[in-house]
């Protein structure tokens, strides 16, 4: 990389390091391994939020995470992780029925109940 391209990725960088080509290309180069590690980091955690709302919503209806997906791929039905959460979010009907599918295709769903609602706080003095 010549002078100018690094002063260039460098703009908004703090002290010497936006301009002191030295230093500057330092920074650069580590923002360049930064900004490609965490392209890669993005993905796992989507994935990993995806899976934590679609188990908060399993949850709700008495099913937990694995036995849900177990019973949607017994049923065949291909829906991603990101859909599913966006329906356990916005959709909780629709979400609510695909539970019932997962639920009559694995036995292993039916076991579980449904958390039991709290009411309240209480107060202990």
């Known amino acids: 990389m010549n002078k100018k391209e690094v002063f260039k990725l460098a703009k908004g960088f703090r002290g010497r390091a936006k301009n002191c080509i030295r230093i500057a290309r330092e920074r650069v180069e580590k923002a360049l391994q930064y900004s490609y590690r ?21 949850r709700v209806h008495g099913v937990n ?44 769903n039916k076991n579980m109940t449904p958390a039991p ?6 107060i202990l003095v």
């Open 38 to 58: 965490d392209r890669r980091n993005k993905k796992r955690d989507m994935r990993s939020l995806w899976i934590e709302r679609i188990n908060a919503g399993t």
């Open 65 to 108: 995470y694995g036995n849900f997906m177990h019973g949607l791929v017994k049923e065949n039905i291909q829906l991603n992780r990101k859909v599913l959460s966006e329906l356990s979010m916005h959709e909780p009907y629709s979400f609510k029925a695909l539970v019932d599918v997962s639920r009559t295709a694995f036995p292993g």
């Open 117 to 122: 609602k709290k009411e309240g706080l209480a």
